[in-house]
């Protein structure tokens, strides 16, 4: 018996990239598209008439949404969201702010910053919010914690009067005692951010410094490039849609509230700073990114960059927030998933382009990181 296919609506923003990368996280599991049929929405754009038609209903809703009263939350039909749920009303997968500040703060102290600017927006209550979290971790390590709100939907031309809209930032700037590090949960905040202090004639990293959130675009071109933190979109992805087929199947949840850790931060100008130390890691992460698919080990790494293992790896775990063992794994996983899309090659011709000998280590290895085999990645993409 041939089960009828399950209507979904996706319903994002659609005015950055990480939206995309949640999607593509939906579409990795495998047979995901023989079982569902998706149609995709902008939360901002559409009411309750518009994914509700006579011609078409959903099934299920996967969407990401966080603030309370929306037209989402009085629905009777299954419902995941992929970012906090106000008063637990749907399951959902997201990602664990403790964590994310956990590598924010560990990121900053470990390049000598003591004083942190977080930067807020304005009218957007999070419970608890990000300063909330980030201020036991602060004054664990005697870091001065300040708090700032700037509105939603600044552009390029509010740049010259951003001290104006946000008196605090322009406060922390001028009054600075010490290097000022500042944190934007997102990147297009944190390019303005860093256009203002260019502006202003601010040494980047060296007086103050930038890390922003997503890893988008506009963290790489950022002038000087934005450091910024790494979600794990996929794999929250590949958790919400998982989780809503087992709601549209009427089975129970192992989780129904799961929380993701960051991936880390992908280190670039705005924070990292000139000493041996610091370039040793920028060197590091470009060997890495060369020779992960050759099959570089953290013993050849250590050895090329003439230093000890144990300081090495302390200090790229504290400005990375993943191990140089790691950062390998993830370069030769993308490598992989690219390989995977965009040839035929069989499994034991394209394992020697990822480092591997052996075609079973590969296969081994793939569904370790990725959660499915390279056989099922490839057949669920190319559907």
Not at 37 to 51: C, H, L, Q, T
Not at 79 to 85: D, I
Not at 351 to 371: I, Q, T, Y
Request: glycine share 6%.
């Amino acid at each position: 018996m041939i089960e009828t296919r399950k209507n979904v609506a996706i319903i994002l923003e659609d005015d950055y990239e990480r939206p995309f990368r949640l999607i593509d996280g939906i579409l990795s599991s495998p047979g995901v598209r023989e079982r569902c049929a998706f149609r995709k929405f902008s939360i901002y754009k559409i009411d309750k008439e518009d994914v509700f038609t006579d011609e078409w209903k959903p099934d299920g809703i996967i969407t990401c949404y966080s603030k309370p009263n929306h037209w989402l939350e009085d629905l009777d039909i299954p419902v995941v969201n992929m970012t906090g749920t106000p008063e637990n009303k749907y399951p959902s997968v997201g990602t664990d702010m403790r964590s994310l500040v956990a590598t924010v703060v560990e990121h900053f102290d470990s390049l000598g910053f003591k004083h942190i600017l977080c930067l807020d927006t304005e009218g957007f209550t999070i419970v608890p919010s990000m300063t909330d979290l980030m201020q036991p971790v602060c004054d664990a390590r005697g870091i001065k914690l300040t708090r700032a709100t700037m509105p939603d939907g600044l552009g390029g031309h509010d740049v010259a009067n951003l001290g104006e809209i946000c008196p605090t930032l322009e406060d922390c700037v001028e009054n600075r005692t010490e290097p000022l590090a500042i944190f934007s949960l997102h990147d297009l905040r944190g390019r303005l951010v860093t256009d203002y202090l260019v502006s202003k004639k601010v040494q980047i990293p060296q007086e103050v410094a930038i890390l922003g959130c997503f890893d988008s675009v506009d963290a790489k071109l950022c002038d000087p490039p934005l450091s910024s933190i790494v979600l794990r979109d996929i794999q929250i992805g590949a958790r919400g849609i998982a989780k809503l087929e087992k709601l549209m199947a009427g089975e129970p949840l192992d989780t129904e509230h799961e929380l993701v850790p960051v991936h880390g931060v992908r280190v670039r100008g705005s924070t990292l700073g000139q000493s041996k130390g610091d370039l040793e890691i920028l060197r590091a992460r470009s060997i890495i990114r060369e020779r992960a698919r050759e099959g570089i080990t953290v013993d050849m790494l250590v050895s090329e960059i003439n230093v000890s293992r144990s300081t090495f790896e302390k200090r790229f775990i504290a400005l990375t927030g993943q191990s140089p063992a790691q950062e390998i794994r993830s370069v030769r996983l993308d490598w992989a998933r690219e390989l995977l899309l965009t040839t035929d090659l069989p499994m034991a011709q394209l394992a020697p382009l990822v480092g591997f000998m052996d075609r079973r280590a590969f296969v081994v290895f793939f569904k370790r990181e990725a959660g499915v085999t390279p056989t099922e990645f490839r057949q669920a993409n190319r559907a």
